[in-house]
């Protein structure tokens, strides 16, 4: 039953969505969850161990030679792109290229700049929380779901920034509408108890 639900998109992307209802918040989150991965890839380098590859895959692509690195921070990248293939196959092959990019950037920049790779990477790392978290707190209304599911936040969440694009391009348009349907009835129940808990709230108080 657990194993289903990690790989029920339909739940998953309803839980998130249910959460990200603003406009302004989900363009916040579309342009600060992938820099969040991306500059997270490069300070997990840090961790003692993280950047010792266990082999390297060589790749030539586009008239290019390129050696792929299996660092820690590339194997997550990679990992998560698998995940997301399972999740949904045609938008988790699509993203796939971009987190493998990810994690070989990571890599490089790690090598080649490292002080001031993982300077900007922390500079970043950081405004794009505060970001989100303004994102949530002035425009959503709503605490973020970092503090309900932490797999939503720190995996799935940048899988679900990439659908959110690809519906606005028009993908797969049923599974959109299906989706916005059952993300409306979720946030409809959730306005409901936040109601009742604050009337209880206030009944308590006047007494």
């Known amino acids: 039953m657990a194993r289903s639900k990690l790989l029920d998109l339909e739940q998953q ?10 406009q302004v918040n989900v363009l916040i989150h579309i342009f600060c969850v992938p820099t969040i991965l991306f500059t997270a890839l490069i300070l997990a380098h840090g961790i003692p161990g993280a950047s010792k590859s266990l082999a390297t895959v060589p790749l030539d692509l586009f008239g290019r030679h390129i050696d792929l690195d299996l660092t820690f921070p590339f194997l997550w990248a990679a990992g998560n792109a698998a995940y997301f293939i399972l999740l949904e196959p045609v938008a988790g092959a699509l993203y796939a290229p971009i987190l493998i990019t990810f994690g070989h950037l990571s890599n490089v920049l790690y090598a080649t700049h490292h002080d001031e790779a993982m300077r900007i990477a922390g500079y970043a790392f950081v405004a794009s929380w505060i970001a989100q978290f303004v ?20 995996v799935l969440a940048v899988f ?3 659908l959110e694009v690809l ?4 993908y797969r348009p049923q599974l959109f509408k299906r989706l ?3 993300t409306g009835i979720a946030v409809a129940q959730y306005r409901k108890e936040r109601a009742a808990a604050q009337r209880q709230n206030g009944a308590k108080k006047a007494t």
């Open 13 to 22: 992307f309803t839980f998130y969505a249910s959460y990200h209802t603003n």
């Open 135 to 154: 994102g949530h707190g002035k425009f959503e209304g709503r605490a973020p779901a970092l503090l309900d599911s932490l797999l939503q936040s720190l």
């Open 160 to 162: 679900f920034v990439w």
């Open 167 to 170: 519906f606005f391009l028009g």
């Open 180 to 182: 916005q349907n059952k």
